[in-house]
């Protein structure tokens, strides 16, 4: 094993205020940028450390910046403390070709007048960097580079930085790893480290496990041991296809799915029994559902504010709550334990050779971290696959609800095989999850991609009209 390197680094005064103007301009336009509709209208420094100097061919600034951004669009006025964000400044006298897209400027004024700063990811050296610092485990500035000690890490792996629609970045070296790089950041403990390091203590074999990881400790929230989590480098599977892409491949094919919806149902089943051996699980009686169930109807109403079409529905859609509520008030209760938090056939990687695994735990990146770590009833995340199928099948031409309706049944099977138990056994509980799922996806599609919203509204007509008495 190699020694940790410790480099203490410093960065020029005024780097923020000289990259201002631009950063203003190109963080926007980021499709990881969270904070979409409203403009930025500053940033405060949260952590900058030079990873290579700028005064050399190539410089190299690793910063925590928070985004300013107006409550209200066009009226200015108060500001709430924005999201952080996590950048990689490269620094250059002029940007070769090949990086022309990676552009964010020309820095007129300060410390690096005269240079183009540009997204660094898209660049070779930087990403070398970064594997080379998880590899020898380097503390550079308030950087810590970790990696498994039992895990050895090759070096001069070629990197190539992933060009998916993401909520981050990513960087895939070699096809031996990928390395992904969360752009919004809090402090905290990430689920989506937390939970494959879990799995991997548990020897589960259906999460790719943590290799390395970078973290920084934060300066800007009081108490200590809330480091940020800013990247996780896990094995590569190679050839991979993820369910979404297969489901709809099949769809147009005429083909079904039922085999690889019973498999995915036996893979999210031992996912969830390795998370409840591997950490707490709880019992929800009354008054946690209670809290549950108006989290759920909070939700449902500002969805009916944003999405107008949702209001015929619904009265419809809180009987599925209140019949939650109903239950528990009878002395029902749930164990519920830490899941997936977002589980969807686009979370679902299968290799060439017809495995299953899980990605992406950071639950929907929406929620508070604190939201996202809590113990939940696995039915959540059995709810979010069972609405997948059903947006496969009615995103086909022309839609196959029959499709839907084998996988779903199928999924529940296989879940219920390795299980013990079947998700169908909770109709009630199911339906809630489901129609939050749902609600929260015509919020989603009305903002995003209103040419969808028809798919969670067929759902939601059906959800709203299920007898639960
Ligand atoms: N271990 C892996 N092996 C192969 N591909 C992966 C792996 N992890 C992620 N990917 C690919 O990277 C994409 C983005 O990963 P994900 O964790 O979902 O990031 P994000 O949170 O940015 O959406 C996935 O859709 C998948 O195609
Ligand atoms: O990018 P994320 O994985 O965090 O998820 C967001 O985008 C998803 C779409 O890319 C969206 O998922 C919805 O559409 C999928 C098909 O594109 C479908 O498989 C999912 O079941 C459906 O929820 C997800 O809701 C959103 O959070």
Redesign the pocket.
């Known amino acids: 094993m190699s020694e940790a390197v410790t480099r203490t680094v410093t960065t020029p005064p005024g780097l923020l205020a000289s990259l201002d103007p631009l950063l203003r301009e190109w963080l926007p336009r980021q499709r990881w940028f969270a904070g979409k509709g409203r403009p930025v209208t500053g940033f405060d420094l949260v952590a900058a450390t030079e990873l290579l100097p700028a005064t050399a061919k190539l410089g190299l600034y690793h910063l925590l910046v928070r985004a300013h951004q107006p409550l209200l669009p066009g009226h200015g006025g108060p500001e709430l403390p924005g999201d952080c964000y996590q950048l990689f400044i490269g620094v250059r006298e002029a940007l070769p070709p090949r990086l022309a897209p990676a552009l964010i400027g020309h820095v007129s004024q300060g410390p690096l007048a005269g240079r183009t700063v540009y997204e660094a990811l898209h660049d070779t050296r930087p990403a070398d960097l970064l594997l080379e610092a998880l590899r020898t485990q380097a503390r550079i500035g308030g950087l810590r580079f970790e990696r498994d000690p039992r895990q050895e890490i090759r070096a001069g792996l070629v990197p190539r930085l992933m060009t998916a629609?993401?909520?981050n970045s990513s960087i895939v070296y070699g096809d031996t790893y990928i390395l992904k790089l969360m752009r919004r950041v809090v402090p905290g403990i990430n689920p989506d480290l937390e939970l494959p390091l879990a799995l991997a203590r548990e020897g589960c074999p259906r999460v790719p496990p943590p290799t390395a990881w970078l973290v920084a400790d934060a300066e800007d929230t009081p108490g200590p041991g809330e480091p940020y989590v800013l990247g996780v480098l896990q094995p590569f599977v190679q050839g991979a296809t993820d369910g979404?892409e297969l489901a709809l491949r099949e769809l147009a094919k005429g083909e079904d799915f039922v085999a690889e919806a019973r498999s995915l149902g036996r893979a999210t089943a031992e996912v969830h029994t390795a998370l409840a051996r591997s950490l707490p699980t709880v019992t929800l009686g009354h008054v946690q559902m209670r809290a549950l169930v108006d989290g759920m109807t909070e939700r449902l109403e500002a969805a009916v504010h944003a999405v107008p079409a949702l209001r015929p529905y619904a009265d419809g859609l809180r009987s599925a709550y209140t019949a939650l509520d109903d239950l528990a008030s009878e002395g029902r209760t749930w164990t519920a334990q830490r899941v997936h938090g977002?589980l969807?056939?686009?979370?679902c990687l299968r290799s060439p050779a017809g495995t299953w695994s899980l990605i992406?735990f950071e639950g929907?990146?929406a929620r508070p971290l604190a939201e996202r770590r809590m113990p939940q009833p696995v039915v959540r995340d059995v709810a979010?696959m069972l609405?997948?199928f059903d947006?496969?099948a009615r995103?086909a031409d022309p839609p196959q609800p029959e499709w839907a309706t084998h996988c779903r049944a199928a999924y529940c099977s296989g879940y219920a095989e390795a299980a013990g138990r079947d998700p169908r056994t909770e109709p009630v509980l199911l339906r809630a999850y489901e129609t939050d799922?749902a609600v929260?996806?015509a919020v989603?599609e009305a903002r995003h991609r209103p040419d969808?919203l028809p798919v969670p509204m067929a759902a939601l007509r059906r959800l709203a009209s299920v007898d639960s008495t």
């Open positions: 629609e993401q909520s979404w977002d969807h056939l686009g979370q992406d929907e990146p979010g609405r997948s947006y496969a995103t799922k929260y996806e989603y969808w």
